[in-house]
């Protein structure tokens, strides 16, 4: 059962702060490369392991210092060395994204268990209040009962429709 006496997560984010991360997360995105993959390209397209990565920085140091003459005209050497970068550069920002992201779903998870956790309890104190005729209760427990059987897929308990608050 939930403590709902210990709340981890007790703030809300102003709304000149959310419109704040808002702008600046289109504007980091405004500033990046963008082209789109299709679902084939992503499934297709190898990805840069620690292997591939070491591997192709050994062919750029190859290139710049013994073969850029050797290759052919259609090998260009400034796009291996520009999509490198584009790479390493991406790899760091990618970091402090996830960081970012995982910051913001630790957050959410906590904020969303709270809140149902409270919203269940709130539901099973509806629940014993019509069941003990409470007045306007019942009303209260079965708009939330119908919300909760769709949620659920419990089936209701038809029981309590019936009884008349005292």
Known sequence: MANLTYNRIHTVISETAIESIKTNLRHISSQLPYIG????????????DVA????TEDCIQLLRSNGAETMPSYIKIENIISDFSLFNQLDELKSILN????????????AGKEAYDTA???????????????????TSFEK????????????TDNSLKNKQPK
């Open 52 to 55: 591939n990565k070491a591997f």
């Open 144 to 155: 939330l009962n119908q919300r909760f059987k769709k949620n659920t897929g419990r089936k």
């Open 99 to 110: 960081q970012v992201i995982n910051q913001v779903d630790d957050a959410q998870r906590i």
């Open 120 to 138: 269940l309890q709130v539901y099973k104190l509806y629940e014993a209040a019509a069941q003990a005729g409470v007045a306007g209760s019942q």
């Open 37 to 48: 993959l299709t679902v084939d390209e992503k499934k297709s397209f190898r990805g840069m």
